[in-house]
T-cell receptor
Framework: DGGITQSPKYLFRKEGQNVTLSCEQNLNHDAMYWYRQDPGQGLRLIYYSQIVNDFQKGDIAEGYSVSREKKESFPLTVTSAQKNPTAFYLC???????????FGPGTRLTVT | GENVEQHPSTLSVQEGDSAVIKCTYSDSASNYFPWYKQELGKGPQLIIDIRSNVGEKKDQRIAVTLNKTAKHFSLHITETQPEDSAVYFCAASIPQGGSGGYNKLIFGAGTRLAVHP
């Protein structure tokens, strides 16, 4: 069953704690992305990676970090430096040189 | 700057009617325009897309039109059904250059479509 998986679906953390969101894909896609979605807003790009061991900041990278040690995996860490971490986080992937991005089911993070 | 405006923010129609959602983009270099459908609590699903060398594309009950001169593109859903109820997002690509040919997507704010039986 090919696709993108994100875990967990719901995540609760206390302020001041770092938290890591998982994203795995078995589509053999080279590029992977992390977006943040807030109510009433479009998706905003946090980080993206086109190849293993390389990644680029998106529009709202402050307070977030990523790694890309394997082609299939692109975990996102929400650090305590992120001022408003409560949001719906979406991971996506695509092949290189093609435009279509495919999304995972998302992780809803609540920080109190 | 990079911007995609989407209207309306909410749309309510009767089952069987048509629904139209419109987007305007700012970057003339944009050459790819996808539409996503997002159901509650789920990730967005790509439903149709269009490239800049095409003016219209249809797939069963959905169609997308593109006017590059005016920088407008629209999603048309005919014979709407209750299962069409969702939030719809448009996006426009912005070429970023580089060896990977990465195209950044800029998303509109979304349209919440409600189809009433």
């Amino acid at each position: 069953d090919g696709g993108i998986t994100q875990s967990p679906k719901y995540l609760f953390r206390k302020e001041g704690q770092n938290v890591t969101l998982s994203c795995e894909q078995n589509l053999n896609h080279d590029a992977m992305y992390w977006y943040r979605q807030d109510p009433g807003q479009g998706l905003r790009l946090i980080y993206y990676s086109q190849i293993v061991n390389d990644f680029q900041k998106g529009d709202i990278a402050e307070g977030y970090s990523v790694s890309r040690e394997k082609k299939e995996s692109f975990p996102l860490t929400v650090t305590s430096a992120q001022k408003n971490p409560t949001a719906f986080y979406l991971c996506a992937s695509s092949t290189l040189w093609r435009y279509e991005q495919y999304f995972g089911p998302g992780t809803r993070l609540t920080v109190t | 700057g990079e911007n995609v405006e989407q209207h309306p923010s909410t749309l309510s129609v009767q089952e069987g009617d048509s629904a139209v959602i419109k987007c305007t983009y700012s970057d003339s270099a944009s050459n790819y325009f996808p539409w996503y459908k997002q159901e509650l609590g789920k990730g967005p699903q790509l439903i149709i897309d269009i490239r800049s060398n095409v003016g219209e594309k249809k797939d069963q009950r959905i169609a997308v039109t593109l006017n590059k001169t005016a920088k407008h593109f629209s999603l048309h859903i005919t014979e709407t059904q209750p299962e069409d109820s969702a939030v719809y997002f448009c996006a426009a690509s912005i070429p970023q250059g580089g060896s990977g040919g990465y195209n950044k997507l800029i998303f509109g704010a979304g349209t919440r479509l409600a189809v009433h039986p």
